[in-house]
């Protein structure tokens, strides 16, 4: 079955930088585009940032453009968020995602998560 693993959390101090990474398996990995969204305490869960199955095009949601990076290794089955200039505002539970459309159903698969904690 699909899993998705996220690590490389932390703690890191205001404008500093992570990386965080999420190793997927169960599927095709280079066959999928993967997705990294992030959800903060009370908060909905937001969209950071997407990529095309072989890396060719990439989005970012309003928070990430300029300051996070994402990108992929599909010899490693593994899909990288690179933050820099961090801000508190940055602090949330960080998920890889995969949307897997099979005929018209549409389904979401997560990982559990790495907490990325931005404070002096």
């Known amino acids: 079955q699909v899993q998705l693993v996220e690590s490389g959390g932390g703690l890191v101090q205001p404008g500093g930088s992570l990386n965080v990474s999420c190793v997927a398996s169960?599927?095709?990995?280079?066959?999928?585009?993967m997705n990294w969204y992030r959800q903060a305490p009370g908060q909905e869960r937001e969209f950071v940032a997407s990529?095309?199955?072989?890396?060719?095009?990439?989005n970012y949601g309003d928070s990430a453009k300029g300051r996070f990076t994402i990108s992929r290794d599909n010899n490693k089955n593994t899909v990288y968020l690179q933050m820099n200039s961090l801000e508190p505002e940055d602090t949330a539970v960080y998920y890889c995602?995969?949307?897997?459309?099979?005929?018209?159903?549409?389904?979401?698969?997560w990982g559990q998560g790495t907490q990325v904690t931005v404070s002096s």
């Open positions: 995602n995969l949307k897997w459309q099979v005929g018209d159903s549409l389904n979401d698969y």
């Open positions: 169960g599927f095709t990995f280079d066959k999928y585009g």
């Open positions: 990529i095309f199955s072989n890396g060719g095009k990439r």
